[in-house]
């Protein structure tokens, strides 16, 4: 047959945020292919040396859409460094509070998003309704569903309301008590088994190749290789969860991986509530007003573990007021670009988009 | 794992009769949700608190805020007749705008839904009526963790009281670099101050010369509207301060302790090539000023970087008028005030000292060897008590009295006679520096104090400067507020004071708020005292100019009648400022100096052609 | 920091010449060479256990005229992030691929040559567009490329006509 040249995206139901990738096709088969980033027409780097460290805050969220809130972390968490400014006891548990609700959104998310490219639009439907609800926590709580602008150099912006706390409990209850139904529904149900189960391998040796993290990285090589346990940040070394692994990386594994760490999210979240301490929330990093903060001079590196991996910023400052340069480090770069090119092609049309799905590809961190 | 059955996703089906989490179609616009507590919706403004600061445009980060000026708001001190105007085609609604807020009329409401399919209606200023007119809660407002000013003023460093009541020392420090960097962070360039200050000095740009460690920029600055810039950094009034648009809702930038620090932190060679930078032409003609006051320094100063000759008559041996003596040297040390003449000296003013004008030399002899002339006399003599007693001779004048004291200090007299037991009358700023003087007199010749003051006025009426107040009650002047002075009473036997009688005042201000204080007869009470000391207030004195040039121009209350640029009416070859135009005040000299300058170099050119 | 970490530098700076060190933050180290090193430097971390390569990004030293390479390295078994970097020349910024060492090095090269024209000779497809397509200026992470001037010349504001100086109705 002859192979044609095939797009999948920028805007396909499949598609998480705006890429394309073109593939080569032989009848369903891929022969090659290879991601075409940048519809988002963005230049966060450049803008974020043109704003002043404070109104960064405006900016770095829209980055990930499905969670923002880790690029706050990594922004303030250099800012801290650079400023060498310690964050309030309470600030971090809220911190924590805030990454693990992300993360559980994102998670949610994804697993439900499984269900675009497989045509089961029950799961998608839950899982987004689910995340809605998360999104009213957020709303509540940072004044905003998606981009949340809340967490800042030295703390975070606000204190939490007040009775949140039960919200967000009755909340995860809730979860808790259906999550074995999307079990039943994605992870025991054959038709999606047939697509999942021993489809889209990610070997041990390709992860040390790319440099994929996150799930990817646990689901192949076994190893607790999770930056929450590895280097921790906040306060997850006073909570207690478990890093769910396997050996055998399969779209199955990953999809499994995710379910589970959705009940560790919600054990974080549940001990963060209940060990949360009282005081400020947020320290000064600079002298003066926003207007004129400057951050002292170094380049330096931050990185927490996104729902997708590792997700960092390098930050250079000249002791001005806006950053000198700001790198981003997006998790999906590297299974995003090289590994579509490299471990795509041999796959199933129809399998393009799950492929994305589950080796946690988020094309807007990639196009920054 | 659960065992894995071909029903297993049916379960799902259980779901099918719950209320669903989504919102009809129907529902958003017709019957909206509420947003949350928090929500970062459509901004709302308080006309009456806001200020027209432009903070809110400034932090933007999506420039998405453009200030307005409007016409019917009005253009009053200490804010600007414009409000913000907001684009939501770029308003990304993190709300940094609220959150560094001067005043704090700035927030955002609940209210989310708009549609327009017009651009322009996009554009919106936002008044305390939300977008669509409708009324809606509020959603984010600023708190005390989300502000992004800093509110609290840099501690300055002052002496204690107990060392500083027996010694003439400089009481306040100045500011350290990381100090002045800090305070100078602090300032959010919006130029209120700037309309406010009498010599509309550039105040936002050398804060910002500070903030950037450029201090000869600084020093430019200030030298363009101010010759006299370190007394200024120490006594001038600061009405820039009560403006400042950090005052709102914490404290004012600390704007004179900025100046001192530009001044007191800038080596002489690089603040003379600054100085002798600021000559902009080579005019022709020689005008004579009279009195070396703020005012008169100032005209000189600006008059020479025109190009003319000047020539600066005072009466005292020293020039600086209440420079020199009457600020105690606590606040003024004579190095400052030699600092800023030396370098208006070293533009070629001739300044002639111990020489009185209408008795050493004439005003009508300096109008014929001049083109020009500037009287700015001051007010030199303490306003007159007429109540029984007064004439005797311990009752001292404070204006006299803080002459001989600087004196004293200096070393070129001796100490004033000062008695153990001491009233002064008054609570003006004059009040407290002899209040002040006479604890450190009474410290050094006794060992020991007693200075007690009476007042008309009660505690929140006090006109002196807050700072004033505590320092001096901190050094032990002890306070009778709200008591009129009715008679000095004198020892028959020995002829000496032995008391002053007053009367409780019961109103100060009529009801149209003029001076007209009225005394409860009844309520009488009586400090003993071995001298009484008259601050209250002073007075101009005009004697110099001859009889006939009196009558030609306006004199009204003891001051002189004159246009925008210091022509004196009637007679346009004199000028006049300072004192005796707009009353006491350094800055308001200053700027009456400015503008005579302006004023002369127009009248001598206009007269040359 | 840990003893072996310590060690790790000195060994280091024993082997190689090392223009700097720095602890920027817990857990971090980073490591000024010269452009020589850069690869044995690499080389040798990977084989002591910096099995990842996080990121490979560069600063534009406008002012030195230098390009700096930061390689972002990170050690799962300890937790010890390395930053490996270089200046290279800002005229003539040319430097070799590391995807021999690194094979994920190989979008990071090419999404560097686009922003900042940086030439990895042995890497061929880094000379290939990559996020910008149609690109008609210089590489637009370098600090002389201005993009509000970029952007005004390109896309020219909307103007509006909406007079906010007098209340509604007034003339």
Known sequence: MKEIKLFLGPQHPGMHGNASIHMYVDGDIINRAYLLPGMLHRGFEKSMERRTWMNNIALIPRICVPEPDTNEMVFAMNIEALANVEVPERAHWIRMLILELARLSAH???????????????????????????????????????????????????????????????????????????????????????????????????????????????????????????????????????????????????????????????????????????????????????????????????????????????????????????????????????????????????????????MGVCSPEIDR | MNKKSILAPFKGWKYLFKKPVAIPMDDIFKNPRESQDNYRGFHINDWETCIGCGTCAEICPTNAITMVERSDVEDVEGSKPERPVIDYGRCCFCGLCVDICTSGSLNLTKEYLYNSSEPEDYLHMPTSEGITGKEYKLGYIQDETSDLLDLERKHMEHVGAEKRKSSFIEIVRGFSKEQALAESARCVDCGICTKTCPANMNIPEYIKSVWEGNLEEGLDYLYKTNPLPSVCGRICTHECESVCALSHRGDAIA????????????????????????????????????????????????????????????????????????????????????????????????????????????????????????????????????????????????????????????????????????????????????????????????????????????????????????????????????????????????????????????????????????????????????????AIGQVSDLSYIPKELQDKITIERGKIKVDAEGQVDGASWLFAGGDIVHGMDIINGVADGHRAAVGIDKYISKNKK | MNNNIETF????????????????????????????????????????????LSMLTCVDWIEENKLQLVYLLFNWENGVRLQVR??????????????????????????????????????????????????????????????????????????????????????
């Open chain 2, 255 to 534: 704007i004179r302790w900025l100046k001192r620090y530009i001044v007191d932190n800038m080596p002489d060679d690089k603040y003379e090539e600054i100085v002798l930078s600021q000559v902009s032409k080579k005019g022709e003609g020689k005008v004579a000023i009279v009195g070396a006051g703020s005012s008169g320094l100032s005209a000189a100063y600006y008059l020479a970087t025109l190009g003319y000759e000047v020539d600066v008559y005072e009466r005292k041996p020293m020039a600086g008028g209440p420079m020199r003596y009457g600020a105690p040297k606590y606040r003024l040390p004579d190095a400052v005030t030699d600092h800023d003449i030396s370098f208006i000296e070293k533009l070629g003013v001739k300044i002639h000292t111990n020489t009185d004008v209408g008795k050493d030399i004439t005003l009508d002899e300096l109008k014929k060897t001049h083109n020009a002339v500037f009287v700015s006399t001051g007010y030199p003599d303490t306003r007159a008590l007429k109540i029984p007693g007064v004439d005797h001779k311990d009752v001292k004048m404070a204006m006299s009295f803080l002459a001989a004291a600087t004196e004293y200090e200096r070393g070129v007299a001796a100490m004033p006679d000062i008695k153990e037991d001491v009233v002064v009358v008054g609570s003006g700023d004059v009040a407290f520096d002899v209040a002040r003087t006479l604890i450190r007199f009474q410290n050094e010749k006794y060992g020991k104090m007693n200075v007690q003051m009476l007042a008309l006025e009660t505690a929140q009426q006090v006109p002196a400067t807050p700072e004033e107040v505590t320092e001096g009650v901190e050094e032990g002047i002890h306070m009778n507020l709200g008591f009129g002075p009715q008679t000095i009473q004198i020892d028959k036997e020995s002829g000496d004071i032995k008391g002053i009688e007053a009367c409780e005042c019961i109103r100060l201000f009529d009801d149209n708020n003029r001076f007209d204080p009225q005394m409860d007869f009844d309520a009488k009470m009586c400090l003993e005292t071995q001298q009484v000391y008259l």
């Open chain 3, 9 to 52: 530098v000195e060994d280091i700076k024993s082997k190689y010449e090392t223009l700097g060190v720095d602890i920027p933050k817990n857990n971090q180290v980073s490591l000024d060479f010269t452009a020589r090193d850069i690869h044995s430097v690499l080389a040798y971390a990977k084989s002591h256990g910096w099995a990842q």
């Open chain 1, 108 to 358: 949610l998310m994804a697993f439900g998003g499984c269900g675009g490219p497989t045509g089961l639009y029950t799961a998608m439907y839950w899982a987004q309704a689910d995340r809605d609800l998360i999104l009213t926590l957020f709303e509540e709580i940072t004044g905003q569903r998606i981009y949340h602008m809340y967490i800042v150099g030295g703390g975070v912006r606000k204190d939490l309301p007040k009775g949140i706390e039960k919200k967000i409990l009755d909340f995860v209850d809730d979860l808790e008590r259906r999550l074995p139904d999307y079990e039943d529904l994605i992870l025991n149900n054959p038709s999606i088994l047939a697509r999942i189960k021993d489809n889209i391998m990610l070997p041990a040796e390709v992860v040390w190749e790319l440099g994929v993290t996150g799930i990817g990285m646990r689901s192949a090589t076994g190893l607790e290789y999770d930056l929450r346990k590895v280097t921790p940040y906040a306060r997850y070394d006073k909570v207690e969860f478990d890093v769910p692994t396997a050996t055998y990386s399969d779209a199955y594994a990953r999809l499994n991986i995710k379910y589970l760490e959705m009940y560790q999210i919600i054990r974080i979240i549940r001990q963060v509530l209940d060990m949360m301490p009282g005081g400020k929330v947020r320290a000064k990093v600079a002298e003066g007003s926003a207007l004129r903060w400057r951050i002292p001079k170094g380049q330096v590196y931050s990185a927490v573990e996104a729902s997708r991996g590792e997700y960092g910023y390098y930050t250079v400052s000249t002791g001005e007021t806006m950053p000198y340069r700001v790198a981003v480090r997006g998790a999906s770069f590297p299974q995003g670009l090289l590994g579509i090119e490299k471990y795509l092609p041999g796959h199933r049309i129809d399998d393009a988009p799950l492929w994305f799905d589950t």
């Open chain 3, 86 to 171: 270089t200046k290279l020349d800002r005229d003539k910024p040319v430097f070799s691929t590391i995807t021999s060492i690194y094979p994920g090095a190989k979008y990071y090269e090419r999404d560097v040559h686009e922003f900042f024209g940086v030439e990895f000779e042995g890497n061929p497809e880094s000379y290939k567009p990559l996020f910008l397509e149609n690109w008609d200026d210089m590489p637009p992470l370098l600090k002389d490329f201005d993009p509000q001037a970029y952007s005004d010349e390109k896309y020219p504001a909307r103007e509006y006509e909406k007079d906010f100086t007098k209340k509604a109705g007034e003339k």
